[in-house]
């Protein structure tokens, strides 16, 4: 793999945004961009300049992966039409691991194509993780779980935390270390519904030029996607509009629940998985939160988490 990710005898780059925009595209064209997310290595390939952008907007301070490392997924971004019957208005963008189309609706937007791709690939394939469909951010070695249905509003609160100092470990899928009992991150932008672009605190935030649908993860949160913490608390969070934020301490077996229905692989784990919730259950609070503000939501999150469940472990 000569030349890979870093382009050798270029001079080594340590992070994609230290590649000029005219490298990157070449490196991607290539199959040459090996991206270091958490603990895994992506290799991607696509001869699509918009995804070149994309990347270099969203993913720049995403450390790159030396000619030594070993690829996990090697993942490639074409235009869907080439194996679809279906006409289409527009281009759309799939996705192909190893080669091979991945079973995933085509997107109008070639990094959305991509996100889904590695959705999938860590959903049914990294069984080395039991893999939760929820939110994560860190803060002083301690993680926030955020776990519940979609709209529930998880990405608004993680780039609202973000800006309070937390960092983020994954939105949407984060990894749980059945022997280590740590939470790994993905660090991957965090990508918005329609309706929450309408949050004032979202609108301000948005950059000319910028797409409306991702936002870019925190440079140092990218850079430290390798670090994994411990787990703290499990909130699951419900917006209503007009509703007073108010937090419910929940059951631990209610946690459990949850947990394990937003796991796409917790079947695949059967007895072990069990045994693994069970462990990460016994580490965190659990509460349910009901909000209809931004503001009060973030109130009550910062009083929960003002003080640790439990006495806990560091990472040294």
Not at 83 to 102: I, K, T, Y
Not at 181 to 198: I, S
Request: aromatic content about 6%.
């Amino acid at each position: 793999m000569t030349g890979f990710g870093t382009g050798a005898g270029q001079g080594a780059a340590a992070r994609l945004g230290d590649l000029a925009p005219a490298r990157l595209l070449r490196q991607l064209r290539g199959g040459r961009l090996a991206l270091r997310l958490g603990p895994l290595v992506w290799a991607l390939e696509s001869s699509l300049p918009a995804l070149a952008a994309s990347l270099g907007q969203h993913y720049r301070a995403a450390p790159l992966a030396d000619e030594t490392a070993w690829v996990d997924f090697r993942l490639a971004v074409r235009s869907a039409d080439r194996w679809s019957r279906e006409p289409a208005a527009v281009e759309r963008h799939g996705c192909l691991l190893d080669g091979r189309p991945l079973p995933l609706p085509a997107q109008d937007d070639a990094l959305a194509a991509l996100e889904a791709g590695l959705d999938w690939c860590v959903g049914e394939l990294c069984h080395q993780y039991l893999v939760l469909r929820a939110t994560a951010l860190e803060r002083d070695g301690l993680a926030l779980l955020l776990c519940g249905q979609p709209g529930a509003g998880h990405s608004v609160l993680a780039c609202a935390l973000q800006r309070q100092g937390w960092r983020l470990l994954s939105d949407g899928l984060s990894l749980f270390d059945p022997v280590s009992t740590l939470l790994q991150g993905l660090a991957r932008p965090v990508r918005l519904r329609a309706e929450a672009l309408h949050e004032p605190t979202m609108r301000t935030e948005q950059h000319a030029g910028d797409d409306r649908r991702w936002r870019p993860v925190d440079d140092v949160a990218m850079q430290r996607s390798g670090e994994p913490a411990w787990p703290g608390w499990l909130v699951q969070p419900h917006w209503r509009p007009g509703q007073q934020a108010a937090l419910e301490p929940v059951s631990s077996a209610e946690g459990l629940m949850w947990l394990a229905a937003s796991s796409p692989n917790y079947a695949v784990h059967a007895t072990a998985g069990f045994e693994a919730l069970g462990s990460l259950i016994d580490q965190v609070g659990v509460c349910r939160l009901s909000y209809g503000r931004l503001g009060d939501a973030l109130d009550a999150l910062a009083t929960l988490c003002a003080t640790p469940p439990c006495p806990r472990r560091r990472l040294s």
